[in-house]
């Protein structure tokens, strides 16, 4: 079987391509599962309710996430209302919403998912390794399991990886918006990469107008980031998955909008 996963959507140009992109490439493609993080779609930041419908009606099945995903407070009004809106699962005890779902496709093939969250020049919150032994425990009726880990951290990303061989079939990074090229299947058949891109402008700095982030950097004084809006792409990867769980591709997909 075929799955599609779409690095961070930001803001309204990378929802856009997502509407506009996505039935094409689910019918030359041939997919059968499509994933996609969203805690960029609201504006850069965030997520409403009305997004998440746009999302789901764009022939999303799943909804992955991180940090940002509290970032429109609303939220917490609605991030339990949807089985397939993950939050990272090794938040504490009580957050809303849940960090892993067991769905499946059209053809009827159980498809666990998984979203954490990375540690390092991050919130110190629980373990995400010791998330994922819960995780996938709770998902054993999955022989399929990817794995979202949103981390700053490549070391973090690649650790968990190989952590997880063989007993999942895809550890797919996010956060940093950039598209690494360093797609591999380890040997006991995990399909991983470091960062599986950004759904959203390239000529920007990842995903926000250049200017405004430059003079950050600069004057180290707060400024408003906007969306930027040129060279927009639609980014992720096609995982090829066998029965038994195993992957046996992984492909990247970097394809222009406008």
């Known amino acids: 079987m075929k799955i599609l996963f779409i690095g961070d959507i930001v803001g309204k140009p990378g929802r856009l391509a997502v509407r506009e992109l996505l039935p094409g490439i689910i019918e030359q493609q041939g997919i059968d599962l499509v994933i996609a993080n969203c805690e960029n779609a609201a504006a850069g930041f ?18 992955t996430s991180g940090n940002h995903i509290w970032d429109k407070k609303e939220v917490m009004g609605f991030i339990d209302n949807y089985e397939t809106l993950l939050r ?7 957050t809303p919403g849940r960090g892993s779902v067991l769905t499946c496709t059209e053809g009827g093939i159980p498809v ?14 629980e373990c995400p ?12 009726k999955a022989r399929i ?8 951290a490549s070391s973090e990303k690649i650790a968990l990886s190989w952590y997880l061989d063989s007993r999942v079939s895809a550890v797919l990074g996010t956060h940093t918006h950039v598209q690494t090229a ?58 090829e998955i066998s029965p038994e769980g195993s992957s046996r591709g992984i492909e990247r997909l970097n394809v222009p909008f406008r």
Do not use: W
Request: glycine share 8%; net charge negative; hydrophobic share 45%.
């Open 46 to 63: 965030g997520v409403t309710a009305e997004i998440i419908q746009e999302l789901y009606a764009a022939n999303i099945d799943v909804l």
């Open 88 to 94: 990272p699962a090794n938040y504490p005890a009580g």
């Open 112 to 125: 666990g998912i998984i979203n954490l969250q990375g540690r390092i020049f991050m919130n110190p919150i």
């Open 129 to 140: 390794f010791r998330a994922a032994d819960r995780e996938i425990e709770k998902l054993k």
């Open 145 to 152: 399991i990817i794995v979202d880990i949103h981390a700053e």
């Open 182 to 239: 360093d797609e591999r299947i380890l040997p006991g058949g995990t399909a991983c990469i470091t960062d599986a891109g950004m759904t959203g402008p390239l000529d920007s700095v990842i995903g926000m107008q250049k200017d405004a982030v430059v003079q950050r950097f600069l004057l180290q004084i707060p400024n408003k980031f906007d969306v930027a809006k040129n060279d927009v792409r639609l980014q992720g990867v096609i995982l």
